[in-house]
């Protein structure tokens, strides 16, 4: 899997549960088509257009943290693009800019399911894409902060959440829990998507992780509106 589709499903990831969260101001509506198409299907206009909408948003007002976020991950998808075609120096710069903008989006409303689990989503792809050391393990410990924090947000209303959106945001928590060494915390995890979502894609998967702890079938992505 390439970096940039890397990017492109975990920002799937985080829309599809984010949506799920009471809505008001439904910024990702207007923005998620636009961006999916980039990152999907290499549409260029479509995710310029995303990114300028983005970046009218935030000219009006900076410190509005959902489209901070989004264009932050659009960023990331910048730094991937440039690393695949050679340019490092490009890619770093797009790389930093993109944390420092996911970041400032989670300082600024550290409570937001629809911020956190952006950010979430973008470090856990990346933290799995990189070699094993201390800043994978950084990216991948950051996200599942992110997820435990939305998990609370959307506590009161879980139950009644999609199958999707809840055995995307379970998933993505038993996967980075296994992946920073915590098994009981991830074996949790896996037995709630079993117990709570019993004959689904994600059952099977915390199933073949509980047999086998060294398992790294995914555990989220299972039923994205594009593949």
Known sequence: MTKIHVVAVAFGLSLTVSF????????????????????????????????????RRLAAN??????????????MFRAGRAFAAGGR?????FNRQGLDEMNRAVA???DKAAVL?????????????????????????????DFEKALQQQQPFFAKLSMHAKGELLGALADGWSRLGETEK?????????????????AVAAKARLENGADRSPMTCLGCHRQ
Do not use: N
């Not at 991830?186 to 994600?202: F, G, N, T």
């Open 20 to 55: 799920a969260q009471q809505p008001t101001a439904r910024f990702d509506l207007l923005v998620r088509e636009d961006m999916f198409a980039g990152f999907f299907d290499g549409d260029e206009e479509a995710f310029d257009r995303a990114m300028a909408l983005c970046e």
């Open 62 to 75: 900076p410190d509005d943290p959902e489209p901070l976020v989004w264009h932050g991950a659009g960023l």
């Open 89 to 93: 120096e490009q890619g770093i710069a």
């Open 108 to 110: 600024l409303a550290p």
């Open 117 to 145: 689990i952006p950010r979430g989503a973008v470090l856990l792809s990346a933290g799995k894409e990189m070699p094993d050391g201390a800043r994978a393990r950084e990216y991948i410990r950051i996200a599942v902060e």
């Open 186 to 202: 991830s074996r949790v995890y896996q037995r709630r998507l079993i117990a709570e979502l019993p004959d689904s894609k994600y």
